[in-house]
C-alpha cells in the first residue's frame, strides 16, 4: 500500500487509501479481486502509476488468501517482521562500534535465536497446528495441479 500511495498526490492520498484499503479487506480472494477491478477502474486514468502498481503485485499480495485456517490480519502484515528489525537495530545501536562483521552477525543471530524460541512457545504468532495444517493443505494443491 506504501508503494502504491506514494504515486499519488497528498491531497488525494487519504481518500485513495481507504478505497484501496477495502481490497484486502474483502472476504475471499474473488471478491478481493472484484474490488481491484473496480478500483482500477476508477483510478486508472488519474493516477496510472499507482494503478500499474498495484496490478504488478495484486497477486503477490492476495496470496494469504490462500491460507483459510490463519487469520489472515496476521499474514497480511508485515508488522512482525518490522518490529524484529526495530530490535536488532536498537539492540547494534547499543553496542555502538562493532570489532568486526562476525560479531554484529553474532549479535543478530544471537537474537533471532531467543526471539525463535520466545514464539515458539506460548506466546507464537501463529500456532503450530494451523500452519501443518495449510502446509498439507497446500501440498495437495500442488500436487493436483503436477499431475
Same mark, same amino acid.
Do not use: F, G, M, N
Given at each position: 500500500m506504501r508503494n502504491i500511495g506514494a504515486q499519488v498526490p497528498h491531497r488525494e492520498k487519504v481518500r485513495f487509501?481507504?478505497?484501496?484499503?477495502? !481490497?484486502?479487506?474483502?472476504?475471499?480472494?474473488?471478491? #478481493?479481486?472484484?474490488? #481491484? #477491478?473496480?478500483? !482500477?477502474?476508477?483510478?486508472e486514468k488519474r493516477f496510472p502509476e499507482a494503478i500499474r502498481c498495484l496490478e504488478e503485485g495484486l497477486d503477490d499480495s492476495l496470496s494469504f488468501y490462500d491460507f483459510p485456517d490463519i487469520d489472515k490480519k496476521r499474514i497480511a502484515s508485515t508488522n512482525g517482521q518490522e518490529r524484529l528489525n526495530r530490535e536488532i537495530r536498537r539492540r547494534s545501536r547499543v553496542v555502538g562500534v562493532f570489532p568486526s562483521v562476525e560479531s554484529y552477525i553474532r549479535l543478530? !543471530?544471537? *537474537?533471532?535465536?531467543? *526471539?525463535?524460541?520466545?514464539w515458539s512457545g506460548e506466546r507464537s504468532y501463529i500456532r503450530e497446528d494451523k500452519i501443518i495444517g495449510s502446509l498439507e493443505k497446500f501440498h495437495e494443491l500442488t500436487s493436483q495441479i503436477a499431475c
Open positions: 487509501a481507504a478505497d484501496l484499503k477495502q !481490497i484486502w479487506l474483502e472476504p475471499d480472494k474473488k471478491s #478481493a479481486r472484484q474490488a #481491484a #477491478a473496480a478500483l !482500477i477502474d476508477d483510478y543478530t !543471530i544471537c *537474537y533471532l535465536v531467543e *526471539y525463535t524460541e520466545d
